[in-house]
């Protein structure tokens, strides 16, 4: 019996218990509402299938009746636009190494693979004797539409050949479900992504292709004590949509006690009306872009994070440890923000809505480049931002390197701190420097 089979042959609200073993799909689940899908002993849920014969075409090694190209693809945007690898969802591993995919055979090199999808066949350059060589096929291992309520628990879920914005797990029609401590990887897309209702909780999700987490459309959901690291390795364009995570549309987002770390591209990202949001106890560090980028949105509460090392990957001041983009009524407090590429910034990079309602205070704040402060775009009138929007950074701590002294920037210019203070900011604050 498989999985699917089991699920047709059982009414709403049963729980499977997965015993330990790979169970290799061959299209996605399609739980009923109310199913709990419950793991003994770290089962595998796979998308990928094994490939065991190949032929020698020197120098290569070639693996013909390959024809599970997706009908959707290309997707994406790649780094640099001269690569489009990324856009292809299919994966090949060898020995659990994911190998990168070249877009002509005479790029091929060991680590990496070919696939000519006008011939089916995929090409090697390593030889795969005495190795276990995995070609992903399937789009989704739990597919989010119609069911409510769904559990899934203990779950390793890999390989999947998730086209770019879709995820192995889930998707915006994934209400009230609840993920907790399950293993997600080497999916060529999201790992997991939710809507209303759902809860995120203790999993370990690591080296997806483009992404590690999303969420979005609707009210109550929550990522707690997650671990999420090492996203976007097919080589996405990280300022189209790839690294950590994203979430658009929230109300209520509750993002509490995660780890979040060298993801290529942003940490946490809020864009585009999210209202609500809680970003509260994480531990966000060494991500290529902004540690926490709140863009395009309302209301938001970021406290209690220990943000490290983010934004090197990044250019402007899209490299702030934490970044607050066009946004309004943000409270930022009780942070740790260390050796970032920047510090704590604010940007109105569009005409609305102004930013208004910045409160960033009590905050340790350690910069060895970068700048704190609020910047308005080219054809923004910059007065309306700067005056009478309550817009202040009060009582925060500055330790900063001894190599420079305009360490702020504030009306379109770098200050020192006497001109910091002058404007009104952190007029309690306390400064200090350290070694960079």
């Not at 991500?287 to 509460?301: D, L, M, R």
């Not at 050796?339 to 309602?357: C, E, R, T, V, W």
């Not at 305009?406 to 009306?411: K, N």
Request: glycine residues 14%; aromatic residues 10%.
């Amino acid at each position: 019996m498989t999985i699917q089979s089991a699920i047709d042959a059982h009414p709403e609200g049963v729980t499977f218990c997965i015993h330990r073993g790979t169970y290799r799909l061959t299209e996605p689940l399609q739980p009923k509402t109310g199913q709990r899908f419950i793991g003994v002993r770290r089962p595998i849920v796979s998308g990928a299938r094994i490939l065991s014969s190949f032929v020698r075409r020197e120098p290569y090694w070639v693996a013909g009746g390959q024809t599970q190209e997706d009908s959707t693809n290309p997707q994406g945007v790649c780094r640099p636009t001269t690569y489009t690898g990324c856009q292809y969802a299919e994966g090949v591993f060898l020995g659990d190494r994911n190998l990168w995919q070249v877009t002509s055979l005479e790029e091929l090199v060991p680590g990496s693979f070919y696939f000519d999808y006008a011939a089916d066949e995929i090409y090697l350059a390593d030889d795969p004797g005495g190795h276990t060589v995995e070609a992903s096929v399937v789009s989704h291992a739990f597919a989010s539409w119609p069911a409510k309520r769904v559990v899934l628990r203990g779950l390793v879920i890999e390989k999947f050949a998730t086209p770019a914005k879709g995820s192995a797990v889930g998707g915006w029609a994934a209400r009230n479900w609840l993920i907790e401590k399950n293993e997600v990887r080497w999916n060529h897309g999201i790992g997991i992504c939710v809507g209303r209702g759902t809860e995120v909780r203790g999993n370990r999700v690591h080296d997806q292709g483009q992404m590690g987490v999303c969420g979005g459309g609707g009210r109550g959901i929550v990522f707690e004590n997650n671990v999420v690291t090492h996203n976007n390795t097919e080589g996405f364009e990280w300022g189209w949509e790839a690294g950590g995570s994203k979430f658009i549309g929230s109300k209520g987002l509750l993002v509490r006690g995660n780890r979040f770390s060298h993801n290529v591209g942003t940490g946490l990202w809020t864009d585009t009306g999210n209202s609500g949001t809680r970003y509260i106890g994480n531990r966000i560090e060494h991500n290529a872009g902004a540690g926490i980028y709140h863009e395009s949105s309302s209301s938001a509460v970021i406290r209690d994070n220990v943000i490290i090392g983010n934004g090197t990957g990044a250019g402007g001041w899209d490299r702030a440890g934490i970044l607050i983009g066009t946004s309004t009524d943000v409270e930022i407090f009780d942070n740790v923000v260390k050796k970032n590429a920047g510090g704590i910034f604010a940007k109105q990079h569009g005409a609305s809505p102004l930013i208004s309602g910045l409160d960033v205070h009590d905050n340790v704040i350690v910069m060895c480049m970068g700048s704190t402060g609020l910047e308005v775009g080219q054809g923004i009138e910059a007065d309306a931002v700067y005056s009478g929007k309550r817009n202040r950074f009060e009582r925060n701590t500055y330790l900063v390197g001894a190599d420079q002294t305009t360490w702020w920037r504030w009306r379109q210019e770098a200050r020192t701190r006497a001109e910091w203070r002058q404007f009104g900011n952190d007029t309690k604050g306390r400064f200090g420097t350290t070694k960079c």
